[in-house]
């Protein structure tokens, strides 16, 4: 799929499987994205799917200049900052906490370690300021570009080349602080 786009064009031609793989290949990681904005598991997948909506109700803003996963991911981000600032006027509370499960291929002791490694990582960038850990999210685990990072955060490219370099260089001390701990 050349990022979405020729699915989303044999959408737009009739074709409704096309949406589906947009979907398929596009809901996880953006949940993943919007829940590091709301905290809330839920949430995220109820702005992801607003953002789906908006590609089927608005089908002709989409322009093609970027990609699909990119415009996806503004608009998610769009809906994730509506979201937190309606929240903060109500004054709601996040009660949502994920928790990964190991995977099933590996034995029991192999599950524990990268379970562990998970936790420090993650652990890790919980600690990191929050535009690098956006950053962080939207380069190495969406394997988005610096510019397409960059549209999606609405920085510049090097803002995002910054923040890049100062989060794997924090995230690298914390790492190495906690195996000097242990």
Do not use: W
């Not at 809901?27 to 839920?42: E, K, N, S």
């Amino acid at each position: 799929m050349d990022n979405g786009a020729s699915s989303y064009r044999r959408y737009l031609n009739g074709d409704e499987s096309a949406f589906h793989e947009i979907v398929k290949e596009y809901f996880d990681g953006l949940v993943l994205f919007l829940y590091r904005f709301v905290g809330d598991l839920a949430a995220a997948e109820d702005l992801a799917l607003d953002a789906f909506t908006q590609l089927v109700v608005h089908k002709h803003r989409y322009n093609f200049r970027v990609s699909l996963k990119t415009y996806l991911f503004m608009i998610g981000r769009s809906r994730a900052l509506d979201y937190i600032k309606h929240r903060k006027k109500l004054g709601m509370v996040c009660l949502d906490q994920a928790a990964e499960l190991p995977s099933c291929e590996t034995g029991p002791e192999e599950q524990l370690i990268e379970q562990e490694e998970k936790r420090q990582l993650h652990e890790a960038l919980s600690r990191l300021e929050e535009k690098q850990r956006l950053v962080l999210h939207l380069v190495y685990f969406e394997e988005l570009s610096c510019e397409e990072a960059a549209k999606v955060l609405k920085m510049n490219r090097k803002q995002v080349y910054n923040l890049l370099y100062r989060g794997k260089n924090a995230l690298r001390t914390i790492l190495e602080e906690g195996r000097r701990s242990q």
